[in-house]
């Protein structure tokens, strides 16, 4: 069994900052690329960032120079820093990782979701 839990959303002010995190937990054997998707009201899921296993990265074009992924393999746990938030932004964050399973089992997991709204 592997479970994503995601933390660190909530209400900030245009111009502000939030840091995600995004903790991968059970019978682990390895974790691939690990991603950050956002759905927000009325619009389809899109791919906010991704990161591979050795930290390379991939940026959405609206959020480039603003955000950054990043993780830490020894803790199976994925960042997003969100610097210079806009109202656009808001939206149910959601961690996704490609997992491998101590019983051979390799499949894509998803996180529960994590609201952030960007709201003066």
């Known amino acids: 069994q592997v479970q994503l839990v995601e933390s660190g959303g909530g209400l900030v002010q245009p111009g502000g900052s939030l840091r995600l995190s995004c903790a991968a937990s059970?019978?682990?054997?390895?974790?691939?690329?690990m991603d950050w998707y956002r759905q927000a009201p009325g619009k389809q899921r899109e791919l906010v960032a991704a990161?591979?296993?050795?930290?390379?990265?991939n940026y959405a074009d609206s959020v480039k120079g603003r955000f950054t992924i990043s993780r830490d393999n020894a803790k199976n746990t994925v960042y997003l820093q969100m610097n210079s938030l806009k109202p656009e932004d808001t939206a149910v964050y959601y961690c996704?990782?490609?997992?491998?399973?101590?019983?051979?089992?390799?499949?894509?997991?998803w996180g529960q979701g994590t609201q952030v709204t960007v709201s003066s």
């Open positions: 996704n990782a490609d997992i491998s399973s101590l019983v051979g089992r390799r499949g894509d997991y």
């Open positions: 990161i591979t296993r050795d930290g390379s990265t």
């Open positions: 059970g019978i682990i054997a390895r974790i691939y690329i």
